[in-house]
């Protein structure tokens, strides 16, 4: 199975080296309370998903043009599971910070200060 990931039409999915996960905010409603007895009534009008993506570690050229892609990201599109096909999303997204960890030659590459790849995360509007 192919993973997708495009920002604003652009393909990043080669950036991604494994699979990533989605987590489902509910939007609760105005009709949400909590009744006298303690028990709260959710009123969910739907749910918006929170997708973390670990990122292989970037060159500087990859992690330029990605960190320019979130800075102006309007959408996403991705692989959900949840309805096993490519989704396309109004979103925000953001990296974690990112350290170098290794510079050879003219070769740079860009991980996060725990030896995992940068974390992008999606959220939608």
């Not at 991604?16 to 009709?31: D, F, H, S, T």
């Not at 992690?63 to 109004?90: E, G, H, M, P, R």
Request: charged share 20%; with cysteine; glycine share 4%.
């Amino acid at each position: 199975m192919t993973l997708t990931l495009l920002i604003d039409g652009v393909d990043y999915s080669s950036y991604i080296p494994r699979a990533y996960r989605v987590q489902y905010e509910p939007i609760l409603g105005a009709n949400t309370c909590r009744t006298l007895d303690g028990k709260l009534h959710e009123d969910i009008l739907a749910y918006k998903a929170r997708i973390e993506i670990e990122l292989k570690p970037l060159t500087t050229a990859q992690l330029s043009a990605i960190a320019q892609a979130c800075d102006n990201c309007q959408q996403v599109t991705y692989f959900d599971a949840k309805t096993n096909a490519d989704v396309t999303k109004d979103a925000k997204a953001t990296l974690s910070q990112a350290a170098l960890i290794m510079n050879y030659g003219t070769t740079e590459l860009w991980n996060n200060s725990m030896n995992q790849g940068i974390i992008l995360t999606v959220e939608e509007r």
